[in-house]
């Protein structure tokens, strides 16, 4: 198969491409905030971790930090979500290895909430110390 035939095979190239990507993921998001209440509770703390940025006084490395541990432990929950999603999709029986895909993803988020916590002490710790 050459290059072109793959492209083909992939659908849409360019600004179409983009487009519907960009509603792909808008979808995605709606999605997992409707069915997914972890998620929902994730965006609403980041949201209001977010706004609190604007009104600490820190450095803008530190700041930085801390808005990209909100978006880390979004995006992580959504690939959990995804794996838990596709293992679901396969059967509902319990099976090592599905636990294993799902107790794993769930090990992910775990450990992203821990780095963004991690993140927001330091955060608070240089603003208000």
Known sequence: MSAKDASELKGKTGLRRLINAAGYSAAGFRAAFKNEDAFRQECVLGAVLSATLLFI??????????????????????LNSGIEAAIDRIGLEIHPLSKYAKDVGSCAVLFSLFAAAVCWAVLFYHAFV
Request: charged residues 20%; glycine residues 0%; aromatic residues 10%.
């Open 57 to 78: 006084e820190a450095d803008v490395a530190l700041k930085l930090i801390a808005f990209v541990s909100v978006v880390f432990v979004l995006v992580t929950e959504l």
